[in-house]
């Protein structure tokens, strides 16, 4: 890995094709057997188009999902805040500081990342499918994206194992982005609310400790 810019596109991959590969699988695979020696951040949100933000959304809530050191969630958190404020402002497509979108990857180190991915996203995907989309209108997304920010927040605060279950809730409404699928987006929105539910009584009880022993 390098942070240095990739020169070039990526070939055979356009935002704009008229065909494109249906799963969210199929076009991770597309986009590491067609690129060059190295690609940059910004060509695979190209690349995914219109699926950049629920594709990013999965990337970055993976590493929340094991067990992290105090602290972690601070740092690995923050990019799912920087990504649900720019659904929330109405953006069309992702958008990544000039740093990180020129930060690049090697084929071979993004061919084993999609090898390793795959087989969950395949299971998934078995289930996942177009379907009752709702997010149908600017405002609507922008509710989506209020939500997901809210859920982000609560993977950045510092309570133990208490990220797990909001990063798995948005990692499940991301799948359902990039799938159009209403059906998955309602249960990722239900693990939320329950995740919600129990960061409220952890805050709630840590809170009464404190006071008590204060």
Known sequence: ???????????????????????????????????????TL????????????????????????????????????LPLIFISWQIVAGRNKIWLPERLANYTLDKKTLQKIVRRSEPWLKWMEAWVRPRNWPLTTPLSERLFGIYILFMSIIVVVPIPFGNWLPAFAIATIGLAHTENDGNCLVIGSIIGIVATLIFALVLFLTTALFSSVV
């Open 1 to 39: 890995m390098s942070d240095t810019p990739a020169e070039g596109s990526v070939p055979g991959i356009s935002a704009k094709r008229q065909k494109r590969p249906e799963s969210l699988s199929d076009l991770l695979k597309e986009i590491s057997e067609n690129m060059g020696p190295r690609i």
């Open 42 to 77: 910004r060509e695979i949100a190209e690349a995914l188009d219109e699926r950049s933000f629920g594709a990013f959304l999965i990337v970055f809530s993976i590493p929340n999902l094991i067990p992290l050191p105090p602290g972690a969630t601070l740092i690995l958190g």
